[in-house]
C-alpha cells in the first residue's frame, strides 16, 4: 500500500508530460510521416516530352493538352476558365487569357488585330 502511494505522485507527473510530448511528435514530426509536401518539376521538358511519347493517339495529339483529337482545331484549352480558345481559318486554334469584362473579347481583339485594326 505504501508503494502505491508513493508511486501516485510520480505517475500524475510522468503520464501529462508523456502525452504532452506525443503531441508535439505528432504536430511536428507527423506532418512529413503522413503528408507527402509538393516537390517541384524540373525546369527541363523532360517529363513532358515523356508523357508525349507515351500517349496513344491514331488522329492528332493536341501537344499542350495531349487530347487525341481527330483536327488540330479541336483541341481544348488546358485552361478553360481562363482562358478563350480561338479558331483561325487555316485550321489551327490559339488559347489565349480571357480579356476583359465582356464575354468573347479576347477573340474579338485577335480578329482586330488579324485586320490590322488594333
Not at 15 to 21: C, D, E, K, T
Not at 83 to 110: Q, T
Request: proline share 5%; with cysteine; net charge negative.
Amino acid at each position: 500500500m505504501q508503494l502505491l502511494t508513493l508511486l501516485t505522485p510520480l505517475l500524475l507527473l510522468i503520464l501529462p508530460a508523456s502525452a504532452q510530448f506525443q503531441f508535439f511528435e505528432q504536430m511536428f514530426n507527423g506532418q512529413q510521416g503522413g503528408q507527402q509536401q509538393p516537390q517541384n518539376m524540373g525546369s527541363d521538358s523532360a517529363w513532358y516530352q515523356q508523357q508525349y511519347e507515351n500517349a496513344h493517339c491514331d488522329k492528332y495529339l493536341c501537344p499542350h493538352t495531349l487530347s487525341c483529337v481527330h483536327f488540330a482545331h479541336h483541341c481544348p484549352c488546358a485552361f478553360p476558365a481562363v482562358e478563350d480558345k480561338v479558331e483561325f481559318g487555316d485550321g489551327s486554334m490559339a488559347c489565349v487569357s480571357k480579356g476583359g469584362w465582356a464575354e468573347g473579347e479576347a477573340s474579338r481583339k485577335i480578329e482586330l488585330a488579324r485586320k490590322g485594326l488594333l
